[in-house]
């Protein structure tokens, strides 16, 4: 059974700083990997979507890594700022079966100006 | 164009009530998956729905159901409402289903739950 961690649970870090958030997964066999933001009690929003053959994807101050043997993705955020306060999730899609992604709980990611 | 379309926003209800969410996925996409999010539990998933079949379930007890209409909207029905089944409800499109998933999905804003 796919296990998804995210370390850490929360972060609180000073606007500007450049931030990795990081997704661990316990079966290599994925289909993709998808990072999502979710603002308090509203829906997730996607990010970045990393098919299984792809090495990172970007997208404008965010760039997200993917290295399946070691089972681990890094959501790298360039020059944070209050607006991505947040909670980050992770979903780690598997190949074969159901492919129903399991997700990670989040990191909660406090900028502060 | 339109995002996935989840109503209502909010919903009260009483313990023993039961009650049916909606969710309108993008235009074109077939795949509508149903999860529960808790503060306890983090996101859980109930059901898939593809050209109006069920294709996975989650662990979930019977009082828990779903369909999917020609026009891929989905509802999800929960029955006799008990107090833990206070959550926020969310329902994710996606083009595709099993090995054309590779779109990943995409969320509504949600259905906040208080059964009281």
């Known amino acids: 059974k796919q296990e998804v961690t995210q370390i850490p649970a929360a972060l609180s870090v000073p606007e500007g700083e450049n931030l990795v958030l990081n997704c661990s997964f316990t079966d290599s066999a994925i289909y993709n990997l998808q990072w999502f933001r979710q603002d308090p009690g509203k829906g997730l929003t996607s990010l970045l979507l990393i098919q299984s053959s792809q090495r990172e994807q970007t997208s404008g101050r965010l760039n997200a890594s993917l290295d399946k043997s070691s089972g681990r993705s890094t959501l790298y955020i360039a020059a944070s700022q209050p607006g991505d306060s947040a909670t980050y999730l992770c979903?780690?899609?598997?190949?074969?079966?159901?492919?129903?992604?399991?997700f990670g709980r989040g990191t909660s990611l406090i900028v502060h100006p | 164009k339109a995002g996935v379309t989840q109503t209502p926003r909010y919903l009260i209800k009483t313990r023993g009530q039961q009650v049916t969410l909606s969710c309108s996925p993008i235009s074109g996409h077939r795949s509508v998956s149903w999860y529960q999010q808790t503060p306890g539990q983090g996101l859980q998933f109930l059901f898939e729905?593809?050209?109006?079949?069920?294709?996975n379930k989650g662990n979930f007890p019977g009082r828990f159901s779903g369909r999917q209409f020609s026009n891929s909207r989905s509802e999800m029905n929960v029955s006799t409402l008990e107090l833990g089944d206070s959550a926020l409800y969310l329902c994710?499109?996606?083009f595709g289903t099993g090995g054309l998933s590779n779109y990943g999905y995409t969320f509504g804003s949600g259905t906040r739950l208080t059964v009281v």
């Open positions: 994710a499109s996606s």
């Open positions: 729905y593809f050209s109006e079949t069920q294709r």
């Open positions: 979903a780690v899609r598997p190949t074969g079966g159901s492919y129903i992604p399991t």
